[in-house]
């Protein structure tokens, strides 16, 4: 299995500021990296798939980099409603594999 | 507008079965893959099985396989996920999905199930 390792697993920042979010895979995973939003109360939202296409509807705030093992999801200017739990999947092979998760808390 | 809306979760003893169920709407589901994911209290996610648009391809995961069937009904435009031999390690929420090449595009807001004596 793909082990996927996030970091880091808390993050606080004010709005306002950018962040990056890293995720390692423990194989080549080429571009397969998606990130998802959850917040309490709602249905999780994909953001980024292929590792750098933005979902429609994704703000442009938004961006994620990388290939092979390493990934980068950077969220520019944060805004209030920015602030959850963001989780990457590789979608490479089976099994489907997510990291741990990073809460983004207000600072 | 996508969506999905799970039920039949609950609380179940261990080695028993349990059925959740998946209602689609706002999309044409003939036209998507789907999957469950779950994810235990406490815990992150964690994909448990996926059809293909038409129902003649099913994949799992190891901890599931030969327990777990992952179906649908095209004319009811429902997703089914039955669970036979529960362990206490398959409580968790679980989350009715549409899948495009391996990630997960819509979610339903989950559905809890708890495997305990």
């Known amino acids: 299995d793909v082990q996927m390792t996030q970091s880091p697993s808390y993050l606080a920042a004010s709005p306002g500021e950018s962040v990056s979010i890293s995720c390692k895979a423990s194989?080549?995973?080429?571009?397969?990296l998606a990130w998802y939003q959850e917040k309490p109360g709602k249905t999780s939202n994909l953001l980024i798939y292929?590792?750098?296409t933005l979902q429609s509807g994704t703000p442009s705030r938004f961006s994620g980099s990388g290939s092979g093992t390493d990934f980068t999801l950077t969220i520019r200017s944060l805004e209030p409603e920015d602030f959850a739990v963001y989780y990457c999947q590789q979608h490479n092979e089976y099994p489907l594999t997510f990291g741990s998760g990073t809460k983004l808390e207000i600072k | 507008e996508v969506q999905l809306v799970e039920s039949g979760g609950g609380l179940v003893q261990p080695g028993r079965s349990m059925k959740l169920s998946c209602a689609a709407s706002g999309f044409t589901f003939s036209d998507y893959d789907m999957a469950w994911v779950r994810q235990a209290p406490t815990k992150g996610l964690e994909w448990v099985a996926t059809?293909?648009?038409?129902?003649?391809?099913?994949y799992y995961r190891d901890s599931v396989k030969g327990r777990f069937t992952i179906s649908r009904d095209i004319a009811k435009s429902t997703l089914y996920l039955q669970m036979n031999s529960l362990r206490s390690e398959d409580t968790a929420t679980y989350y009715c999905?549409?899948?495009?090449?391996?990630?997960?595009?819509?979610w339903g807001q989950g559905v809890m199930v708890t495997v305990s004596s």
């Open positions: 059809i293909s648009y038409d129902g003649s391809s099913t």
């Open positions: 194989k080549s995973i080429n571009t397969y």
């Open positions: 999905t549409t899948t495009a090449l391996y990630y997960f595009d819509y």
């Open positions: 292929s590792g750098s």
